[in-house]
């Protein structure tokens, strides 16, 4: 029997509540899906806490793979530096090497805009920027006041295993 069919038998197990006519089928098949279902939350359970295992294993895998990742991209941008550096020192914008071409070339887009002190900026350039109170939103439904715009959700709900 899987949790499915238990759930199935729960509304089984209800509808024999509900019959005043057989109190012993009641208390028979309620002794029945207590067995069943700790027995089988016990198999799910294991393979819950096998299947937690193999996700934190993969974390600590992820977190190894970015740190290789993140040494070879500042590698390549400490070499690609140093070959900038050269061929300025030695005047060139373009170097011809085997089956490559290194140019030199301006990045594209705009040009990076730099301002070192905000606190110096006039008001007229800069934005504003409007959202939602949420905590004052929140306080205001709580002391009672009913907003039109917003409301206040159940919170959710999650099974613990210890």
Same mark, same amino acid.
């Given at each position: 029997?899987?949790?499915?069919?238990? +759930?199935?038998?729960?509304?089984?197990?209800?509808?024999?509540?509900?019959?005043?006519?057989?109190?012993?089928?009641?208390?028979?098949?309620?002794?029945?899906? *207590?067995?069943?279902?700790?027995?089988?939350?016990?198999?799910?359970?294991?393979?819950?806490?096998?299947?937690?295992?193999?996700?934190?294993?993969?974390?600590?895998?992820?977190?190894?793979?970015?740190?290789?990742?993140?040494?070879? +991209?500042? *590698?390549?941008?400490?070499?690609?530096?140093?070959?900038?550096?050269?061929?300025?020192?030695? #005047?060139?914008?373009?170097?011809?090497? #085997?089956?490559?071409?290194?140019?030199?070339?301006? *990045?594209?887009?705009?040009?990076?805009?730099?301002?070192?002190?905000?606190?110096?900026?006039?008001?007229?350039?800069?934005?504003?920027?409007?959202?939602?109170?949420?905590?004052?939103?929140?306080?205001?439904?709580?002391?009672?006041?009913?907003?039109?715009?917003?409301?206040?959700?159940?919170?959710?709900?999650?099974?613990?295993?210890?």
């Amino acid at each position: 029997m899987t949790l499915y069919d238990i +759930q199935g038998e729960y509304l089984r197990l209800y509808e024999l509540a509900t019959n005043e006519e057989d109190p012993q089928a009641f208390l028979d098949t309620l002794e029945s899906l *207590n067995a069943d279902l700790a027995e089988k939350s016990a198999g799910y359970v294991s393979v819950i806490k096998q299947l937690d295992m193999e996700s934190d294993e993969c974390d600590k895998v992820i977190e190894a793979f970015k740190r290789k990742k993140e040494v070879r +991209q500042n *590698n390549i941008k400490r070499m690609k530096e140093a070959l900038l550096g050269a061929m300025d020192i030695a #005047g060139l914008t373009e170097i011809q090497a #085997g089956n490559y071409t290194l140019k030199i070339a301006k *990045n594209g887009g705009k040009a990076p805009l730099e301002i070192p002190d905000e606190s110096l900026v006039p008001e007229r350039f800069m934005k504003i920027k409007y959202e939602p109170d949420k905590e004052l939103i929140r306080k205001t439904i709580e002391d009672g006041t009913d907003l039109p715009f917003a409301e206040i959700k159940e919170r959710g709900r999650r099974l613990t295993i210890k």
